[in-house]
Nanobody
């Protein structure tokens, strides 16, 4: 099993920045990729960004390209999401997740999920 713990959410004004962290523990060897998803009230879980654990190759949803950056520190078993130029539409609970799959955009591809952290952007 893999345990994931997110941190770093909060309240920020539109145009501001926040950084999220996701620390992984447990069966790290089983992780092929990590992803960040978000879920706004009344909406489904939406892919935000993903990163391949070994190669570091990254993928982004069109809605966050150029504003968000995903990165990882394999020595710390931690994945980060740097969010800049935040908009009210970015308000959601953000989740990190791990997968053995190479299909990053589908929530169903992920094996383990963190508890989520709230990001609220005021306009």
């Amino acid at each position: 099993q893999v345990q994931l713990v997110e941190s770093g959410g909060g309240l920020v004004q539109a145009g501001g920045s926040l950084s999220l962290s996701c620390a992984a523990s447990g069966s790290i060897f089983s992780i092929n990729a990590m992803g960040w998803f978000r879920q706004a009230p009344g909406k489904g879980r939406e892919f935000v960004a993903g990163i391949m654990w070994n190669s570091g190759r990254t993928y982004y949803a069109d809605s966050v390209k150029g504003r968000f950056t995903i990165s990882r520190d394999n020595a710390k078993n931690t994945v980060y999401l740097q969010m800049n130029s935040l908009k009210a539409m970015d308000t959601a609970v953000y989740y990190c997740a791990s997968t053995r799959s190479a299909i990053l955009i589908r929530p169903g591809s992920y094996d383990y999920w963190g508890q989520g952290t709230q990001v609220t952007v005021s306009s």
